[in-house]
């Protein structure tokens, strides 16, 4: 192999079975790789090449052996809200700057003992608040595409990879890694998927342990992978899941092997489609895209349905309440005594007033105040308690709709993505990045972002399924026959190796 990082993960692992490529090899060409490109790229905040080929040493002697594990030598990178022993982890914050975990996050450790390999912590969006990489500590996320411009030439202007994975989601795109873990509150795994041409699952809530992940909203987060295809996302989310007694959400429930689902096809399978996700603004080749998404599913054997979830014109607002009001809970630990960012002053108050000051970008800053608001005496109700009604009428809409389909066909984004601080002074704007994505967390169900399409500028677009409560197979299967129709979608070139 000339160019071992465009591998799959499936596509890898047979070569390390095959013993065609060793795991050391597999695992230096990555950190070349990323030598090059995250000058250009900063999607890693941190790497760990002594860890790496570590690791890589024992898997290589795992394979000579015949002992080999799931994901045996496969080469991955790290999303910087999992803890990881030993390794600085700081939820891209100056306030956890420093802060060095004795401990492993559960799905960090199901990964490495499964044999993974770790490259390094991936940039991400301080404590995951943000839809395009640019609130970390650490600057924002280059993405790997670049638009086409009307001579077919690649702009020189950056693009966001999304947020808040869009570490994770530009260094699978860029192949400075085989796959990425990655957290999603509100879409934070999807939306970048879909603006990276790369292949997002959030999970059902409850399928993967939150124990060790730095915390945002805890009755929406959930971990997942973003990987280069469906079945390479199907392989890391079986060994990424299990239950785990130090998470009380964690759902004891048996974790299918989600890669044999794949070959199952869609016959007979209902697809419903919402009438309420057509939205005003969005992109006519979003809107092209989501029809041919509907005729792939329809041609492959499955039958379209409308359906309505008439509550879903909320969504944003109800979550744009629920999550700042548990971050504000979540981030009150923060203060400067414990770990992290300390500034003095002049009393105990003064100390805390400092630290966060110093410690949290504007973004936080912002969400961590309308949390306070909305909890505080007097506006509970009116505003926390109501969100909290609503939520739970937008499950009902689900709930009502499984009655008639099995899975749900929307767009993952209303637009491809955009210019690097094109939204960033206008909250609002940025927000609406997530009007397909919250409702799946705030019903707590499992959703997909599939690469299906490439905009009139040359730029990746995703079609998002949307399951039942523990029914990822269904999703991969659906995912699959999209992902078979439209095809793969790679950046069609790498600038950055001569931008140095």
């Not at 943000?130 to 001579?151: C, K, L």
């Not at 999603?184 to 699952?201: K, M």
Request: aromatic share 8%; net charge negative; proline share 6%.
């Amino acid at each position: 192999m000339t160019d071992l990082t465009k591998l799959t993960i499936a596509e890898a692992r047979d070569k390390l079975r095959k013993k065609e490529v060793s795991a050391t090899e597999l695992t230096q060409a990555f950190i070349d790789a990323i030598e090059v490109a995250n000058p250009q790229l900063n999607a890693y905040v941190r790497t760990t090449p002594e860890l790496a080929l570590k690791q890589a040493e024992e898997s290589d002697r795992r394979l000579k052996s015949g002992d080999a594990r799931p994901l045996e030598g496969l080469p991955l990178g790290n999303k910087d809200l999992f803890c990881t022993k030993d390794v600085e982890t700081t939820a891209c914050s100056k306030i956890l700057e420093g802060f060095t975990p004795t401990y492993r996050s559960t799905v960090g450790s199901n990964l490495w003992n499964a044999g993974a390999v770790m490259l390094g912590k991936l940039n991400c969006d301080e404590f995951a608040m943000g839809s395009s990489n640019e609130t970390s500590a650490y600057g924002p996320v280059v993405s790997p595409w670049r638009r086409a411009g009307a001579d077919g030439q690649l702009t020189s202007e950056n693009l966001v990879p999304g947020g808040s994975s869009g570490g994770s989601s530009a260094a699978v795109a860029a192949d400075l890694c085989l796959g990425a873990t990655a957290t999603d509150t509100g879409g934070s795994i999807r939306q970048p998927a879909a603006l990276t041409g790369t292949v997002g699952i959030k999970p059902t809530y409850g399928r993967c342990s939150r124990w060790g992940i730095v915390a945002f909203a805890s009755s929406l987060d959930q971990a997942g992978p973003l990987a280069k295809t469906v079945r390479d996302a199907a392989i890391m989310l079986r060994s990424m899941a299990s239950h785990d007694p130090k998470d009380s959400t964690s759902v004891e429930t048996p974790v299918p092997d989600y890669e044999l689902a794949l070959a199952q096809g869609v016959k007979g399978l209902r697809v419903g489609v919402p009438k309420e996700y057509r939205v005003e603004g969005m992109s006519p080749d979003i809107e092209r895209l989501w029809q041919e998404g509907i005729e792939w599913l329809k041609a492959a054997g499955a039958t379209i349905h409308e359906v309505s979830l008439p509550h879903t014109k909320f969504a944003l607002p109800t979550y744009y309440v629920v999550a700042p009001a548990e971050a504000s809970s979540n981030l009150a630990r923060y203060d400067g005594v414990r770990y992290g960012l300390r500034v003095e002053g002049k009393d105990l108050i003064d100390m805390y007033e400092n630290s966060r000051a110093a410690g949290f970008g504007k973004e936080v800053q912002r969400r961590v105040l309308i949390g306070t608001y909305v909890l505080s005496a007097g506006y509970y109700d009116a505003y926390y308690l109501k969100a909290q009604k609503v939520r739970t009428l937008i499950k009902r809409d689900f709930d009502d709709a499984w009655q008639s389909v099995d899975v749900l066909l929307t767009p993952t984004t209303p637009t491809p993505a955009f210019k690097i601080g094109e939204k960033l002074d206008d909250p609002m704007a940025m927000y609406a990045q997530d009007i397909f994505t919250v409702t799946v967390n705030m019903a707590g169900l499992p959703g997909i972002s599939v690469p299906a399409g490439i905009s009139v500028d040359g730029l990746p677009l995703g079609l998002q399924l949307i399951g039942k409560p523990f029914d990822e197979a269904t999703l991969f299967r659906a995912a699959q026959v999209i992902e078979d129709a439209a095809g793969h979608f790679r950046v069609p070139q790498r600038w950055w190796e001569t931008a140095r």
